[in-house]
């Protein structure tokens, strides 16, 4: 069965420092999402994107975070300046937008921020 | 706005013992989905089941079960004869076109320990 993939599954990294995390959605599927996880807490959508732009994003998206589909199979979502408080877990997610089709989420990656 | 409540924030049951995570969601949606996933210790999000606003029909995969009712906007699942494998966090969710193209509004979580 097709599944969504993430790499790295773990990151860690330096304040200031940038990170992309990156995706790989199911291959007939046509929007996407990243979904954070601070330790301990609720699952928070952060953005969606279709049709190669941001259809949707939350208050938690700002300025330093972006995302980018540079090859028509990677997913990448990039913080420019990574602060102690992104420290999460990052899900991707991916659906075909038929309308009826379930949210698969892909395992994660552990973003760590010393 | 989409709201999922999750009222048990943890439970812990003895082994074999049947335990029930209760959701309770808003939205004003008519046409709108619910989740439920499991995420155990390793961090990955499971997803278990969805269900559709316009079927209320209660659903049974195994030791699990849903229970949907539209009129108390509810979604429990029910673990029959829990087993230690079965420790972990459940989130309830949500999508609909109201919060966004299916975007999913999940619950806090009900952290399940089933003591052997």
């Known amino acids: 069965e097709p599944e969504v993939t993430q790499t790295p599954s773990h990151q860690v990294t330096q304040m200031g420092q940038e990170v992309i995390l990156r995706c790989v959605p199911i291959?007939?599927?046509?929007?996407f999402y990243w979904y954070r996880q601070i330790l301990g807490q609720k699952v928070e959508f952060l953005v969606s994107?279709?049709?190669?732009?941001?259809?949707?994003k939350s208050e938690i998206f700002d300025d330093q975070f972006s995302v980018e589909r540079p090859d028509g199979s990677n997913f990448t979502l990039k913080i420019r300046s990574t602060k102690l408080e992104d420290s999460a877990m990052y899900f991707c997610?991916?659906?075909?937008?038929?309308?009826?089709?379930?949210?698969?989420f892909g395992p994660g990656t552990r973003l760590t921020v010393l | 706005a989409q709201k999922v409540t999750q009222a048990q924030t943890e439970i812990s049951v003895v082994e074999k013992e049947d335990v029930t995570l209760d959701c309770v969601y808003e939205?004003?949606?008519?046409?709108?989905?619910l989740f439920w996933y499991k995420q155990p210790p390793s961090g990955e999000l499971v997803f278990l089941i969805r269900r559709n606003s316009f079927d209320e029909q209660n659903e049974i995969s195994g030791r699990y079960s849903w229970n949907f009712q539209k009129s108390t906007s509810s979604f429990n699942f029910t673990i029959t004869a829990s087993q230690v494998v079965d420790s972990a966090v459940y989130f309830c969710?949500?999508?609909?076109?109201?919060?966004?193209?299916?975007?999913?509004?999940f619950g806090i979580g009900t952290k399940l320990q089933v003591i052997p």
């Open positions: 994107f279709y049709n190669n732009e941001i259809s949707e």
């Open positions: 969710a949500l999508s609909g076109l109201s919060g966004g193209y299916q975007k999913v509004t």
């Open positions: 939205t004003r949606d008519t046409t709108y989905y």
């Open positions: 291959s007939n599927h046509l929007y």
């Open positions: 997610a991916s659906i075909t937008g038929s309308g009826s089709d379930t949210q698969y």
